[in-house]
């Protein structure tokens, strides 16, 4: 049987990331906005992000399109918008797919850290970068 799932909140992602680096939840969560911030003004400007082996954020254009209102069956003008769009990367895709039965725990937290990539300052060697 698999837990429920439930909605992880910022808070939530806070208090694991001050807790598994020793920063303080203030510290933590200023860099974390920070990095949503830059994400957003990337996608604002239209630009692509991709994160190695997690993912891809890019901004689609969505043209205008005629639809049906589904009430009273008349047809619409759907306006062109923008829209964001989240393109995950092979190792996310792998960990999603075996992570229902790898990773969970009776808690519901990761049985255990699977590293994709170096830690931060490291490079893929092990060796500190400049």
Avoid: C
């Avoid at 918008?81 to 229902?100: I, M, P, Q, T, Y």
Wanted: aromatic fraction near 4%.
């Amino acid at each position: 049987m698999t837990a429920p799932r439930r909605t992880i909140t910022k808070r939530d992602l806070v208090q694991r990331i001050a807790e598994r680096t020793g920063q303080t939840k203030v510290l933590v969560r200023e860099v974390l906005q920070h990095f949503l911030d830059e994400v957003a003004h990337e996608l604002e400007n239209g630009n692509r992000l991709e994160f190695r082996n997690f993912g891809i954020f890019e901004v689609k254009d969505r043209s205008a399109r005629k639809a049906l209102n589904p009430k009273t069956k008349t047809p619409v003008v759907v306006p062109p918008r923008r829209v964001v769009r989240f393109k995950a990367g092979n190792s996310l895709k792998a960990r999603v797919e075996d992570g229902h039965v790898a990773n969970a725990s009776a808690d519901g937290a990761p049985a255990a850290e699977v590293r994709t990539s170096a830690p931060l300052g490291e490079a893929a060697g092990g060796e500190a970068m400049a």
